[in-house]
T-cell receptor
Framework: AQKITQTQPGMFVQEKEAVTLDCTYDTSDPSYGLFWYKQPSSGEMIFLIYQGSYDQQNATEGRYSLNFQKARKSANLVISASQLGDSAMYFCAMRPTGNTGNQFYFGTGTSLTVIP | NAGVTQTPKFQVLKTGQSMTLQCAQDMNHEYMSWYRQDPGMGLRLIHYSVGAGITDQGEVPNGYNVSRSTTEDFPLRLLSAAPSQTSVYFC??????????????FGPGTRLTVL
């Protein structure tokens, strides 16, 4: 079974501080992709960062980095130097390649609030 | 490119009415999908398609139909709306060439209320 778990319904962080959003996953597929999306209050889904299961290095995109621990099946998102505009819902998603539908599986999300 | 477009943005239906949510993409993506988003439940897959003429059910397909007659369009039909279908609906698309790096591009969403 494919499953994504985000155990933090809500998080608070002080502006300019770093924050880690947790994500664990479960899959029996040897090859998969892990994604993080941001959903601001306006509602759109914004792709942030990708990590492949065979990638040797952790992915980074600007202030976003992904702490990928394959043995623990975790893919935590780290946001450095938080900004007020980072306040949003954040979703972790997985795309295993073992199924024909290229389906994405999403977690329930973490609501991040950046405090000035 | 317009990306993924969805219409309407808002809709109110009465129980038992039917309607179609429209979704179109201009990126020549093979893979398209419909999700519903409910508070505390993340995004749940309703139906998906890996190409024109091919559709399949996702996690929560009951009460919804889809078709994919062209690569660009993937409409979602509510056959007989129920209050439980009140939700925000997202259409998404991505390349379906098997590369796991292909991220999904999302439409702006449709907020549906069923009274």
């Amino acid at each position: 079974a494919q499953k994504i778990t985000q155990t933090q319904p809500g998080m608070f962080v002080q502006e300019k501080e770093a924050v880690t959003l947790d994500c664990t996953y479960d899959t029996s597929d040897p090859s998969y992709g892990l994604f993080w999306y941001k959903q601001p209050s306006s509602g759109e889904m914004i792709f942030l960062i990708y990590q492949g299961s065979y990638d040797q290095q952790n992915a980074t995109e600007g202030r976003y980095s992904l702490n990928f621990q394959k043995a623990r099946k975790s893919a935590n998102l780290v946001i450095s130097a938080s900004q007020l505009g980072d306040s949003a819902m954040y979703f972790c998603a997985m795309r295993p390649t073992g199924n024909t539908g290229n389906q994405f599986y999403f977690g329930t999300g973490t609501s991040l609030t950046v405090i000035p | 490119n317009a990306g993924v477009t969805q219409t309407p943005k808002f809709q109110v239906l009465k129980t038992g009415q039917s309607m179609t949510l429209q979704c179109a993409q201009d990126m020549n993506h093979e893979y398209m999908s419909w999700y519903r988003q409910d508070p505390g439940m993340g995004l749940r897959l309703i139906h998906y398609s890996v190409g024109a003429g091919i559709t399949d059910q996702g996690e929560v397909p009951n009460g919804y139909n889809v078709s994919r007659s062209t690569t660009e369009d993937f409409p979602l039909r509510l056959l007989s709306a129920a209050p439980s279908q009140t939700s925000v609906y997202f259409c998404a698309s991505s390349h379906g060439d098997g590369r796991i790096k292909n991220e999904q591009f999302f439409g702006p969403g449709t907020r549906l209320t069923v009274l």
